[in-house]
């Protein structure tokens, strides 16, 4: 087998309410650029790609030279054709890679007749459990939905995507406003659940000591772990040393040699795998067999995905015995997918890996054309940046944080404007 055209579309898919996170916003809509990988033998394999909210085609069109002809088995080879290390130092291409890798595991298991979890292994797992993922929001002017930025409003929210999708770990994403707004936040979803577990995440917006300062108030929480509180393998080990919960990151920790000096320097607890930072669905899981065979602890992390990318995600997360927590999805933050079928479900928290041979998923050919031409209309957006916040970007750690829009600072602004 042979490939014999590659093809790449960028898709806007809306979301309930745009997201925001310690460094901007996700405006409103994923763009995730779709990848087609056709064969001699009339096969289509299909990656996605995308997270920094702009278009990927280009990148993906100009591998057509080291693509072309390649037999899409042959996926080692693969790897060393596009993410040749010393080459990655002038062009990095490890999520282009992964976006191509995708779509030849899709192709090898649907010419094999086996599901993608089965070239690493097979499944120990059918059902994958998933984290609610919690975010403050700007609320929607179409949709009406989002504004979560106080503790009732977040408790709310969670209580809302429990009852519809039955997740038992909840996932703060902080970093928005200030350290002290997340713990009030993170300590009421604590009480307001106190069956389930938790995660802290404020995308490394603080200083090692604000750190072990907020870790050391939520150690009476059963969490899961503190996610990335600093930025840094060696701010993290200090934060290690006086915050008495297991430490998560998916920042510091995205390729084996971070991962090796992570391990030697005893520095991080538990390593979030994602399938396109780690270069793809094989490299995510050989990084889970090193953690594994080190007595590390995995999650899954997302950088946003439609439901190719989650199918990844659903078939690493199959094969390693040591996912010991629930995996992170923006999924349920989406208004519509891609795929035949449209979204895929929850069930009590948990989605099942699909059962097709290769990752399991079809495009659904109208559904693209629909969301490309948004894309068209729309075009991209800048991760780091917020618009409503048009002066401000992101410094670690931070010190200019948002205000909540019903705080005391910000009502004043408003009186003082109204005179
Ligand atoms: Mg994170």
Known sequence: ?????????TVAVPLEAPLRHANGTHWGRFVRTIVEVETDEGLIGLGEMGGGGESAESAIRALKGYLLGHDP??????????????????????????????????????????????????????????????????????????????????????????????????????????????LEVYLALAAAFPQDSFRLDPN???????????????????????????????????????????????????????LSTCILRDAIDVILLDTTFWGGLRQAWMAGVVCQKFQRGISVHSSG??????????????????????ADAHYHHLLDDVIVGGKMKYVDGKIALPNAAGLGVELDREKVQEYAELFQREGGYAYDRDPRRPGWFAVTPEARFAQPAGSGKQKRVRARKRK
């Not at 609610?132 to 929210?157: C, H, I, P, Q």
């Open 73 to 182: 088995l042959q996926l080692e080879q693969l790897y060393w054709k596009i993410c040749n290390p010393t080459a990655s130092l002038y062009n990095n291409r490890a999520q282009l890679h992964a976006a191509i890798e995708f779509a030849c595991i899709d192709l090898a298991g649907k010419k094999l007749g086996v599901r993608a979890c089965d070239l690493l292994g097979g499944a120990l797992r059918e059902e994958i459990p998933f984290a609610s993922y919690l975010f403050y929001r700007y609320r929607d002017s179409k949709t009406g939905l989002g504004g979560e930025e106080g503790a009732s409003e977040m408790v709310r929210a969670a209580r809302d995507l429990k009852r519809k999708h039955g997740f038992h770990s909840h996932k703060l994403k902080g970093g928005v406003f200030s350290p002290d707004h997340d």
């Open 305 to 326: 995905e439609l439901g190719i990318q989650l199918a990844t995600t659903l078939h690493l997360g199959a094969t390693l015995p040591n996912l010991s927590f629930a």
């Open 204 to 258: 490394a917006a603080w200083s090692v000591e604000e750190s072990i300062r907020i870790g050391r108030a939520i150690e009476q929480v059963r969490n899961d772990y503190f996610e990335d509180p600093c930025w840094g393998l060696e701010g993290m080990r200090r934060v290690r040393q006086f915050v008495n919960i297991p430490t998560a990151t998916n920042t510091v920790v995205v390729n084996f040699e971070q």
């Open 1 to 9: 087998m042979k490939i014999s055209d590659v093809r790449a579309t």
